[in-house]
Structures are given as C-alpha cells and as structure tokens.
C-alpha cells in the first residue's frame, strides 16, 4: 500500500487527476443540485403532460446533437490533448478554430433543418400539436448546445478543469434563474426559452473569454481549415459512432416511452433520471479529469503508468457507487418525496435500476477514450453499435411489460454490456503495447 501511495505522490499525472477532481467536486455537485431544482420546478409547476413533452423533446434532440457533433467533441478532447503535450497551443494554432468553425455550420444547418419539421413533428411523434412553438424554442436549445460543447471539448483537452465547471454553472444557473423569475406561472415555452438563454448567454460569456486569454481564431476558412479537415475527418469518422451511440442509448429509454406509452409515463420516468444524473454528474469527474491525461500518456508511449491509472480508478468508481446505490435502495421513496412529492414515488424502482448502471457507464466512457486514443476507433464503433442495437430490443421488448422499470432494465443491461466488452478490448491492446509480440 506504501508502494502504491509513493507511486501516485510522485507523478504528475496523479497531482493533475487529484488537482482536477478536487477542483470539479465542489462545482459538479452545485451543476447537479441546480439541474435537480429546475427539473422540480418543472415538474410541480407544469402539468404532468407538458414536463413530459418538455423532456421527450430534450431526448429526442439529443440524438441529433449525438450524431452529428458528438463525435466531433470527442475528437477536439483528443487532438487538443495531443498537440498540446508535443507543444503548448498558441495563437498559431487553427485545430481549435477548425473544430469551432465546423460545429458552427452544423448547428445553422441542423437547427434550420429541424424548425421547418417542428409542427409536423409535434403532430405525428409527440401526439401534441400546440406543442409545436416549444419544439421550435427547442430546436434553438439544440444550436445553441452545439456551441457550448465546443467550449467544453476545449477546455477538457486543456486539462482547465475549473474553466470547464464555470461554464457549466453559467449555463445551468442562467436556466435557473429566468425559471425562478417565471414561478408558477411558466409555461412550456418559457422552460425552453430558459434552456435556450442558459446555452446562449454561457456561449457568448466564454467565447470573448477564450479570445482575450488564448488569442485562438475562432471561424477559419479557406486553406487554415483544409490543413485540418482531413485529420478531423479520419478520426472524427469512427468517434462520432462511438461518441453518438452512447448519446443515443443515453436517450433511447425516454424516446422508446415516447413511442410505447404516453407522456405522463415519461414524466413519471423523468422523476428517476434527474435524481440518478446527480450521482452521474459528480461520478463523471473520472472521465473528464482522466480522459486527456491518459490519451497523453498513450501519445507518450507511458503504458505502464496508464494501466495503473485506470486500473485504480476503475475500483474508486465502484465502491463508490455500490455504497450509493445501498443507500438509495432504503431510502429511495423518502427520497423521491423530498425532492418532488408522493405524487411520483412509483418511481423509485426505476430510479433504483438506473443508479446500478452509472459505475459501468462511466468506466465504459474511459474505456472507449483511450480506445479512440489509441486508434481503435473502428473497434470502440463497432462495440458501441451492437451495443446500441441490444439497447434498442430490450426496450421494446422490456417496457410493454415492466414500462419505466423495463426502460431502466434494458439500460442497465446495455451499459454491462459495453462495460465488459470495452474493457476486454482495452486492456488486451495496451497489454500488446506494454508487452509487443517478439520478431526474428
């Protein structure tokens, strides 16, 4: 024990990944406990319908977000972490721009596209018709998030952990706000302009920010951004499966309730998720902190360090959560009722369920970082997409007969999946690095 506590004192690494995580502790658990206060102004304010509607449209959006930047926020993590290790990124640098540029003609494109289909949208899928303005304030949410992941996967390739909090903060304490201002008197469409100003007002804060410390070029065009555009693309092409599956599946349980049952049982559902994405949010340290420190010990050919870093990480994470998920098993009615009231206790099953999948979701999102570091990224694709495709059976084969407790079941399923396979996977390619096949 003396051994291993000397080895973590004396690296940098480890001062980086203790330094990161003390730094993201305090502010993680603000962004979780902000997030849980206006999910329950939402739902004691609104109509059970409408938090329904407001939350199905969020998931629905996200698969959009998902397949079309994820992957790009992924690959800004790892080239940022790269070049940055052979060389401190300066105003010469356009690898940032490139990535911000892109991201910027994909939220145009992708929010236009999306507002011309918003009322047939909420006419065929969301059985909702007068919901149609929300969805176009919705859509303008979408954009604007775009944006603000380009900041966040910068930020995250820098190792600025507190930057990285604050701009969370900004966002979901901007939200916060107009939503207090409203009270009891918000509507659908105020809860999604609130979402729409804590994206855009974050957005705008950071971005003259970011000029006036890193002096970056922000929109780049011509032959700055074609030197990029191919090394984005090769890598971004195989991320953004892995990157968007994992999104995916992340929202696929409120989409497929959306689609099998109504939007009361998606609110009900919407009650679990919040409380459990509080434990996420503060267990999600480890892969932020974790994610461009290792992808800069593999760059660096440090492999040993690396198994060691994630081996232990990976054991922190679930002792963790196995005393978390105890404590919520006896008291997740109590629970439920402080936060919300009884009128949804029905969900503490489901909430119960979801909290046992978070240790293998975020382990999986380490694995799947270095895999993409590593240049596995066809390997960490194809793992995530039949990953995906179980996600998808069990949920309809799972929620006609247990509903919001087989949506959270077909979750908790698809993330040991993905948990085991990506481990394998990652241990047995750093294991022929650390250990190369020997050669006449």
């Not at 971004?236 to 995916?248: D, Q, R, T, Y």
């Not at 380490?366 to 570091?373: A, S, Y």
């Amino acid at each position: 024990m003396k051994k291993i506590i000397s080895r973590i004192k004396s690296n940098m690494y480890s001062t980086q990944i203790v330094k990161g995580s003390v730094i993201s502790l305090f502010a993680v658990f603000l962004i979780g406990l902000i997030n849980l206060l206006i999910r329950r102004a939402l739902a004691v304010n609104l109509t059970s319908t409408d938090y329904g509607f407001i939350y199905s449209i969020f998931s629905f959006l996200s698969i959009f977000i998902a397949i079309f930047d994820a992957g790009l926020g992924q690959s800004t993590v790892i080239l940022i972490a790269q070049d940055n290790a052979d060389k401190p990124l300066d105003r010469t640098s356009h690898i940032f721009g490139s990535f911000f540029t892109l991201r910027v003609m994909i939220a145009v494109m992708l929010t236009l596209s999306l507002l011309l289909m918003a009322d047939s949208l909420a006419e065929g899928y969301f059985k909702n018709p007068s919901g149609s303005g929300t969805l176009k304030i919705m859509c303008l949410w979408m954009g604007s998030m775009i944006v603000f992941g380009s900041l966040v996967s910068l930020f995250d390739g820098l190792k600025q952990f507190a930057l990285r909090q604050i701009l969370f903060l900004t966002y979901y304490g901007t939200a916060f706000l107009i939503i207090m201002i409203a009270g009891s008197s918000i509507t659908p469409q105020m809860a999604a302009t609130a979402m729409v100003g804590g994206g855009t007002v974050s957005s705008i804060i950071f971005i003259f920010f970011i000029r006036k410390r890193y002096h970056f070029p922000l929109l780049i065009f011509g032959n700055a951004l074609k030197a990029h555009f191919r090394r984005i693309a090769d890598l971004s092409k195989w991320v953004s499966i892995s990157a968007a599956g994992l999104m995916i599946m992340f929202s696929m349980d409120t989409i497929m309730l959306t689609y099998y049952s109504n939007l009361d049982r998606v609110a009900l559902y919407n009650i679990a998720l919040p409380i459990m994405q509080v434990f996420l949010s503060i267990m999600l340290i480890f892969p932020q902190v974790i994610a461009p420190i290792v992808t800069e010990l593999w760059h660096l050919k440090k492999v040993r360090y690396l198994r060691f870093l994630v081996g232990i990480t990976t054991l922190i994470i679930f002792a963790t959560m196995a005393a978390n998920t105890v404590l919520v098993f006896f008291f997740k009615t109590r629970l439920i009722a402080l936060i919300f009231n009884n009128t949804y206790l029905e969900a503490g099953t489901a909430l119960v369920i979801l909290i046992s999948g978070v240790p293998f979701y975020i382990v999986t999102q380490i694995h799947l970082t270095l895999l993409n570091g590593m240049g596995k990224q066809k390997k960490a694709s194809l793992l995530v997409v039949t990953g995906l495709g179980l996600n998808i059976v069990l949920n309809s084969i799972l929620i006609p007969l247990a509903d919001i407790n087989g949506a959270a079941l077909s979750t908790l399923i698809s993330y040991i999946y993905l948990f085991l396979l990506s481990g394998i996977f990652f241990w047995q390619s750093s294991f022929y690095r650390y250990n190369p096949p020997y050669k006449k």
